[in-house]
């Protein structure tokens, strides 16, 4: 596809979901991430102690699979850039404590740039909800 959009002169960005919970029904557990099955404890914690299905990137863990995941990306995909999509499920810490987490985030966020910035050209692009609440 890359080389098609290449073809036709245009630059192609792979656009990744920082977060997906579209496995939350038991009707598509089966689908549910490798990392949710083999690492429970990387899941967003309700205040009241229940699971959700989506990953806590208070987690190094966590950070380090997403990020190993777009490295991959960018190394074996003729792709221009990233697009990170943090308007899908928009849950990524426990909604108590999100706002005190924007640090790990930023820090996150700059080492997804310094990898796409390793290769000059590179674009970066983000979809943002209008408001951190």
């Not at 990744?16 to 038991?26: E, F, G, L, Y």
């Not at 806590?56 to 863990?61: A, I, K, L, N, V």
């Not at 820090?107 to 692009?125: E, S």
Request: net charge negative; proline share 5%.
């Amino acid at each position: 596809m890359t080389e098609q959009v290449h073809h036709q002169g245009k630059r192609a960005l792979a656009s990744i979901r920082m977060s997906d919970v579209h496995h939350a029904s038991s009707l598509y557990e089966s689908i549910a991430p490798a990392i949710l099955r083999e690492h429970p404890e990387w899941r967003i914690t309700y205040q009241d102690g229940s699971p959700d299905v989506a990953l806590d990137y208070s987690y190094e863990g966590v950070r380090a699979h997403r990020l190993a995941i777009l490295e991959e990306i960018l190394t074996t995909h003729d792709v221009d850039g990233l697009e990170l999509d943090f308007m899908r499920s928009c849950r990524y810490f426990p909604s108590h404590e999100a706002e005190s987490r924007v640090d790990v985030m930023n820090d996150f966020v700059r080492r997804i740039c310094a990898l796409v910035d390793a290769k000059p050209q590179r674009l970066h692009g983000v979809r943002l909800p209008p408001t951190l609440a």
